[in-house]
């Protein structure tokens, strides 16, 4: 018999702050792209994404008890390049080293190079979609060990990275904040790609096994349904979504730039915040291993 690793909340808490920091730089990286006039938005993004990373390791190096105790033993994940721990190690150092850089440039009101810029949004995407596969290599789990797994995780990634740059920008630079439309129309759709991936992984799951079949149930009407339901669905997907579609396409102009508005998008912002938590917490607690005989 194999014995696998059972994770808590601790966890969902590193794969959470490890995806952020990630969605984090990749929104900076577009906002100079699509809105290189957002230079302040954009420093928020590159100053959130080592920090919310840095807390994530902590927080592991503290559920990690024997690690904890001697950190040396933390170097011997670098011995094998067949293990998706070794690459994450490989990712989200790579990932914290360059975001460290990039705001010790702005911090001395130096240009951020192109090609470093691309470095931090490839290791970004990488760490985003490695806290899936890191789940993903637990076979025994059904819940997890399922393909759209690290797709789900980059997506949510992606949104509650742009969740943060943005809920920040709109209480210290609401003028930027006022005309990053594309942005806001692309985070606009995440959390409604999040729901479709939510909804065939689920599908996936519960068809595969009893083991699939018992997680998703404690999912729907089981003892995780109430935070699944009101937390997940309703406030972390449902309601930014309708929020944002008020705010985007049916609110006059000059009421999306005021300030009720933008206390608005706060509230839908911090929902994607919370839904991001909870579909990791959500996806670790409930998953039901296979047994085996």
């Known amino acids: 018999m194999t014995f696998e690793p059972i994770w808590g909340a601790i966890i969902a808490w590193y794969l959470f702050l490890a995806g952020l920091g990630g969605g984090a730089f990749v929104t ?41 105790m001697n950190p040396l033993r933390f170097a011997l994940l670098l011995t094998n390049f067949g293990s998706v721990m070794t690459w994450g190690v490989v990712f989200l150092g790579g990932f914290t ?13 130096k240009r951020v190079p192109v090609w470093l810029d691309i470095a931090g949004v490839v290791f970004g995407v990488a760490v985003a979609m490695y806290t899936g596969a890191l789940l993903g290599v637990c076979k025994t789990f059904p819940l997890w060990n399922n393909a759209l797994l690290p797709i789900l995780f980059l997506v949510s990634a992606m949104s509650t990275g742009a969740a943060s740059v943005l809920l920040i920008g709109i209480f210290r630079h609401a003028d930027e ?35 699939g079949w018992n997680s998703v149930m404690s999912l729907l009407v089981g003892g995780y349904a109430p935070l699944f339901w009101i937390g997940l669905v309703l406030i972390g997907l449902v309601l930014p979504t309708a929020l944002e579609t008020w705010l985007l396409f049916f609110s006059p102009k000059e009421f999306e730039e005021s300030r009720k508005a933008h206390w608005i998008s706060a509230a839908s912002d911090a929902g994607v915040l919370v839904g991001g938590f909870l579909l990791r917490y959500l996806v670790i607690m409930a998953a039901v291993p296979v047994v085996l005989f």
């Open 177 to 211: 904040f006022n005309r990053v439309g594309v942005l806001k129309k692309f985070h606009f759709c995440l959390p409604v790609i999040e729901l479709v991936l939510i909804a065939a992984l689920m599908f996936i799951t519960c068809t595969n096994s009893t083991a």
């Open 97 to 109: 080293v360059i975001s460290l850089v990039v705001v010790v440039l702005d911090f001395m009101k």
């Open 28 to 68: 900076s990286a577009f906002l100079g792209w699509r809105h290189p006039e957002a230079v302040s938005m954009r420093k928020i993004g590159h100053l959130v994404a080592p920090i919310v990373v840095i807390i994530g390791l902590c927080l592991l190096m503290f559920d990690a008890k024997a690690g904890l």
